[in-house]
């Protein structure tokens, strides 16, 4: 049952997958271990239950709509009102001595982490952005070391986004072509889109998606799928002109369904599907020094200046405008500013919530 929950999260990670809500122990805690919170998507829950092996601690897995937490937290599906209503159902105060939460750090677009000690009387921490990172974190007293708070996608993690790509589009891809040129011209043309989608999943890092030459990088991708079709044509003595007709439209459509908002599937771009002519802003007068965003921002945007006690924005570039600094700065320092001068005040940021199309148009008040 696990291998396939396996295979069905990572081909179809893009669907809610709903585990248990609740307490749950790992290893043998006792009265004074601690309590770490997470949403109840499968996969998840699967993968933060595993790295914590060898550990004695509660898992406190709330509501999230089985959705995976920083999408859940982004869209409105995870909020402070879940991790609230996961502390005082759960019994978890009747488990444990303390009232010390470690919150996943990428439910700071949308959990606010004071809203949670106001109503509950629990002190909240941001954990480390992978869960990988628990146990040093627990190590540590609870710290997290600044290459904690940055997200990573390794070629592990970028393969299995390419698989979740083809998962849907491939078969349904194959399907019409077998139904328009026949077995082979299907099969060839599943493989080369195939082929696309790992090549740009695996190159990621390296390809400008996101400047003026990403044209050229789709274009590319697109030809380099086609000469491997082509090729696979010549192996098999198939080589017509039909054929490769079909081939190309198959390269083309496949590369320009991927390439409609595959930087808004990454933990590394914003998506490309909502302009983003906007940028956060600091307001330096207002900031104290108190440092939550540095402690959220999953891009290693922000830095503490200890001499001026005040935060800095020192890598623009890196910025994905998540909004979970502004949403943890008790200060309101931070917004969202438009290149035409509108803003975007911390109080809008908080109430509202992204659609699927990145607009802010879900109020979670």
């Known amino acids: 049952m696990k291998l396939l929950d396996s ?15 609740g307490l749950f ?65 759960s019994q978890v105060a009747d488990r444990v001595d303390h009232q010390e939460l470690i919150l996943p750090q990428l439910s700071a677009t949308g959990v606010e982490r004071n809203r949670v000690e106001e109503a509950t009387g629990w002190h909240a921490t941001w954990g480390p952005v992978h869960a990988t990172d628990l146990p040093a974190f627990l190590r540590r007293g609870r710290h997290a070391v600044r290459e904690e708070r940055a997200v990573r996608f390794p070629m592990s993690d970028r393969l299995q986004m390419a698989v979740m790509w083809t998962a849907p589009m491939v078969p349904i891809l194959w399907l019409i072509l077998w139904a328009i040129s026949g077995p082979l011209p ?7 889109i195939t082929a696309i989608v790992l090549g740009l999943f695996a190159g990621m890092p390296w ?32 080589l017509t002109t039909r054929n490769l007709i079909v081939l190309a439209a198959a390269c083309v459509v496949g590369t320009g369904i991927v390439s409609v908002d595959v930087a808004g599937s990454t933990p590394l771009l914003s998506s490309s599907v909502n302009p983003s002519d906007f940028r956060v802003e600091l307001l330096v007068d207002r900031c104290t020094g108190a440092a ?27 910025c994905i405008l998540c909004g979970a600094c502004i949403v943890q700065c008790p ?15 911390p109080a809008t940021i908080r109430r509202t919530r992204l659609n699927l199309l990145g607009k802010r148009t879900i109020d979670v008040t």
């Not at 509660?58 to 009102?81: K, M, Y």
């Not at 299907?186 to 080369?192: D, E, Q």
């Not at 996101?210 to 082509?230: C, I, K, M, P, Q």
């Open 186 to 192: 299907a099969v060839v043309g599943a493989v080369a």
């Open 207 to 238: 390809l400008p998606l996101r400047t003026h030459r990403g044209l050229l990088v789709y274009g590319g991708l697109a030809l380099a799928g086609f000469a491997f079709g082509a090729a696979l044509f010549t192996a098999a003595g198939a």
């Open 25 to 89: 122990p790992i290893g043998d805690p006792d009265r004074s271990s601690p309590v770490i919170v997470t949403g109840n998507y499968t996969l998840t829950v699967r993968r933060v239950s595993k790295a914590l092996q060898g550990e004695d601690v509660w898992l406190l897995v709330t509501d999230s709509r089985g959705i995976n937490v920083w999408c859940a937290a982004g869209g409105g599906h995870l909020t402070h009102h879940d991790v609230i209503a996961a502390v005082r159902t």
């Open 292 to 318: 939550q965003c540095v402690l959220v921002c999953p891009r290693d945007v922000l830095v503490m200046n200890g001499h001026v006690h005040k935060v800095e924005i020192v890598r623009p570039a890196n």
């Open 331 to 345: 200060e309101d320092a931070l917004r969202f500013r438009f290149d035409d001068g509108r803003v975007v005040e």
């Open 7 to 21: 295979i069905f999260d990572t081909a179809f990670r893009f669907l809610p997958h709903r585990s248990k809500t």
